[in-house]
């Protein structure tokens, strides 16, 4: 059974930085590409950052980058998002996602955590 | 960037009735479009991937459609469940988009 488990939410200033993680287990992680998708709280979701399988490719949302950064740890199962230069409108559940489809960066999200807040308020 | 645009907004059905939901794209996504569906507290769930390949685990119920800019979600007969927010997600441009959202509501 695909698990994802997202870490590191918190509530931080206008300007700060926090480190999102997220624990993949129960398929072969190297193979597949991971996304994170956010959500203001009742609002749309909004696709924020995608990483190829391998890590060598990576795709931002305009409204994010140059402020955040994806990774991944192959060896550890484990998906990350810098988040730094936080603004109010970056308030949001922050989910990890796992693509469809091994071996390409472009799938659809089949698989999803279940999310970690983050709060940007002074 | 493409533009996702959902219609209806909401949804007032009675369980046993057919959901048509609509995704239409601003420039043509081909068939790299999927659903999900969302109920409240949860995360969301893949029910078909593109356009019309339901994802594993979802019932026949459910059905996807379309190509290139027009796309259709079809919900055959209602159950209680299946009550929620469904989002349309593109793949095949950059960047991503997600529609805004159709809520299907009991009548």
């Known amino acids: 059974e695909v698990q994802l488990l997202e870490s590191g939410g918190g509530l931080v200033q206008p300007g700060g930085s926090l480190r999102l993680s997220c624990a993949a287990s129960g398929f072969t992680f190297s193979t597949y590409a991971m996304s994170w998708v956010r959500q203001v709280p009742g609002k749309g979701l909004e696709w924020v950052s995608t990483i190829s399988p391998s890590g060598t490719g990576t795709y931002y949302a305009d409204s994010v980058k140059g402020r955040f950064t994806i990774s991944r740890d192959n060896s550890k199962n484990t998906l990350y998002l810098q988040v730094s230069s936080l603004r109010a409108e970056d308030t949001a559940v922050y989910y990890c996602?796992?693509?469809?489809?091994?071996?390409?960066?472009?799938?659809?999200?089949?698989?999803w955590g279940q999310g970690t807040l983050v709060t940007v308020s002074s | 960037e493409t533009v996702l645009t959902q219609s209806p907004d909401t949804l007032s059905l009675s369980p046993g009735e057919r959901a048509t939901l609509s995704c239409r794209a601003s420039?043509?996504?081909?068939?790299?479009l999927a659903w999900y569906q969302q109920k409240p507290g949860q995360a969301p769930r893949l029910l078909i991937y593109?356009?019309?390949n339901r994802a594993t685990g979802i019932p026949a119920r459910f059905s996807g459609s379309g190509s290139g800019t027009d796309f259709t979600l079809t919900i055959n007969s209602l159950e209680p469940e299946d009550f929620a927010v469904y989002y349309c997600q593109q793949r095949s441009n950059w960047p991503w988009t997600f529609g805004q959202g159709t809520k299907v509501e009991i009548k």
């Open positions: 996602t796992k693509g469809h489809k091994m071996a390409t960066i472009s799938s659809h999200f089949d698989s």
């Open positions: 593109d356009a019309s």
């Open positions: 420039q043509s996504v081909n068939s790299y």
